[in-house]
C-alpha cells in the first residue's frame, strides 16, 4: 500500500494559509539545500491530490515553468495530479484526473495502486477531511521562521499520536520536520 503524504510550509506557529503574503516560492529557490531536499521528496512521489482551489491555482502558474529543469514546474507536469471536486469536468492539464466520488472510497483506491507515495500540499479543506478520514500516512512541515497569530491552520481537531522521524534544518532558517502518524 502506498503512503499517503501531507507536505505543507507552515508558519512557527502553525498556519498553512499563505494568503497573507509570508510564503514566496521564491524564497526557497534560494536556499539550494532546501530546493534539494523538496526534489527528493518528488522523486518519491509519483502522485498529488488537490483540493479544487488549490489544483486551479497551481493549474494556473506551474504549466508555464514545466521547462524549467529539475524544477517544482517539470515535476508537476509529469506526475499525475487527482483533483477533489464535484464542480469540474475537464481539468484542464494534463495527466490529471477528478475525483468526485466518496472521498475515503477514492483516496484508499489510490493508496491500493501500485506506486511510490501520494502526496497533497496547500489544499487545507481537502487535508482536513484526509484527518478527518485517517488515511494521512506522514506530515512532511516545513517550518518557515514567521509568527501570524491568525490564519488557517493543518491541526484544527486532535489528531493521533506522531512519530518523528526527521528534523533538518536549512541556513533559511527553514526547518523540515517529518512525523509518521
Known amino acids: 500500500m502506498r503512503d499517503l503524504v501531507v507536505t505543507e510550509n507552515v508558519t512557527l506557529d502553525g ?57 517544482v514546474g517539470e515535476y508537476l507536469d509529469r506526475v499525475k495530479k487527482f483533483v477533489v471536486s464535484r464542480t469540474i469536468g475537464d481539468p484542464g492539464w494534463a495527466n490529471s484526473t477528478v475525483l468526485s466520488g466518496d472521498l475515503g472510497a477514492e483516496v484508499r483506491a489510490l493508496k491500493d495502486r501500485p506506486g511510490k507515495d501520494i502526496v497533497t500540499t496547500g489544499s487545507i479543506t481537502l487535508v482536513h477531511a484526509l484527518i478527518a478520514e485517517g488515511l494521512v500516512d506522514e506530515y512532511r512541515l516545513f517550518v518557515h521562521p514567521v509568527v501570524l497569530g491568525r490564519g488557517a491552520r493543518l491541526f484544527e481537531e486532535a489528531t493521533p499520536r506522531l512519530r518523528l522521524v526527521e528534523c533538518r534544518s536549512f541556513r533559511s532558517g527553514v526547518v523540515l520536520l517529518r512525523y509518521r502518524v
Not at 25 to 34: F, H, N, R, T
Not at 42 to 60: C, I, L, N, P, Q
Request: glycine share 16%; net charge negative.
Open 15 to 71: 498556519v498553512i494559509d499563505a494568503a497573507g503574503g509570508w510564503f514566496d516560492v521564491a524564497d526557497d529557490a534560494a536556499d539550494a539545500e532546501l530546493a534539494e531536499a523538496v526534489r527528493a521528496h518528488g522523486a518519491g512521489a509519483d502522485a498529488v491530490v488537490f483540493g479544487r482551489r488549490t489544483f486551479e491555482d497551481m493549474r494556473g502558474y506551474w504549466p508555464e515553468r514545466a521547462g524549467e529543469p529539475g524544477g
